[in-house]
């Protein structure tokens, strides 16, 4: 039992170490740029290991040399009351999660259809069936994460899925939130976002897609950066399919009523 208690005591002192490293961390970033954030590492890694070589772009800007195009942009698109919420929406998650339930039951109904489709068609040509073979549609999953959390995430979390790591993000989430205005957040957040493979930060996405500063987007421009966020390779890849140009078109007409921090 004494051993137990120990390692116990152990683990929770190590706890409280990596918690007061974190909030030396955030607290030091109200007034020092990061220079990398943890994903952004994990993302150079793993260009070396299957690329062969780092391809980065990257540069820091502040936020008055930022358009405010983009940052109405990113708000409409990715959290609408940014400038008032508290770090966490419960609502959203609890809306996301709900229509994630939903998306997942349609995909396993239609699974099963397509099997049985697939299964009949073999049965016809006299041939056997294995249910392995029809193809599964990758399920799309909706976030209910705000900026904060995003932000956090990304900063100083690996990108493991567990309860564990969920809550360390609500609780960077919250001391984000406490220790730093919303404009240092947004700042943050807009110097490290992913838009491409290899292209963080809105300076690097600005002149990559569009040849100019982020400080001059046009409002179109800073709506299309802001729909890539979700799936930025993705969207780099597939620029001109019909969900990014409407996309593109609603986060436009939606970033006049985006409220600046």
Same mark, same amino acid.
Request: net charge positive.
């Given at each position: ?9 152990? +683990? ?5 170490? =990596?918690?007061?490293? %974190?909030?030396? /961390? ?12 943890? %994903?952004?590492? #994990? ?12 391809? *980065?772009?990257?540069? *820091?800007?502040?936020? &008055?040399?930022? #358009? ?13 009351? %940014? ?6 929406? *419960?609502?959203?998650?609890?809306? $996301?999660?709900?229509?994630?339930? /939903? ?24 041939? $056997? ?21 995003? =932000? ?12 564990? /790591?969920?809550?360390?993000?609500? +609780? ?5 939130? @406490? ?10 957040? =807009? ?14 996405? $600005?002149?990559?897609? %569009? ?13 299309? =950066? +802001? ?7 993705? +969207?780099?890849? &597939? ?17 006049? @009523?985006?409220?600046?921090?």
């Amino acid at each position: 039992m004494k051993s137990i208690a120990r390692w116990l005591g152990w +683990a929770l002192l190590v706890a409280l170490g =990596l918690q007061l490293f %974190f909030v030396g /961390r955030i607290a030091l970033m109200a007034s020092i740029d990061p220079a990398s954030t943890a %994903f952004e590492r #994990s993302e150079a890694w793993r260009q070396v290991q299957h690329e062969g070589h780092l391809r *980065w772009s990257q540069q *820091w800007m502040p936020y &008055n040399r930022i #358009s405010d195009h983009l940052k109405r942009a990113v708000i409409a698109s990715e959290d609408d009351d %940014f400038a008032n919420h508290d770090g966490v929406q *419960w609502d959203a998650i609890e809306k $996301a999660r709900a229509r994630n339930a /939903r998306a997942m039951e349609r995909a396993e109904q239609q699974q099963e259809q397509a099997v049985a489709r697939a299964e009949a068609q073999a049965k016809k040509r006299g041939e $056997a069936f294995d249910p392995s073979t029809v193809p599964t549609r990758p399920v799309k999953l909706m976030g209910g994460s705000t900026i904060t959390q995003q =932000l956090a995430k990304n900063l100083l979390l690996s990108s493991e899925r567990s309860l564990l /790591r969920k809550g360390q993000e609500l +609780a960077l989430t919250y001391l984000l939130e @406490y220790l730093l205005p919303k404009q240092r957040i947004l700042e943050l957040y =807009l110097n490290h976002a992913e838009w491409g493979n290899g292209i963080f930060g809105a300076e690097a996405a $600005a002149q990559h897609y %569009f040849g100019k500063p982020a400080a001059q987007l046009a409002p179109h421009e800073a709506a299309r =950066l +802001a729909i890539m966020l979700p799936n930025p390779k993705g +969207a780099e890849k &597939n620029p001109q399919t019909a969900y990014l140009n409407r996309r593109t078109a609603t986060i436009a007409a939606r970033m006049r @009523y985006a409220e600046l921090p």
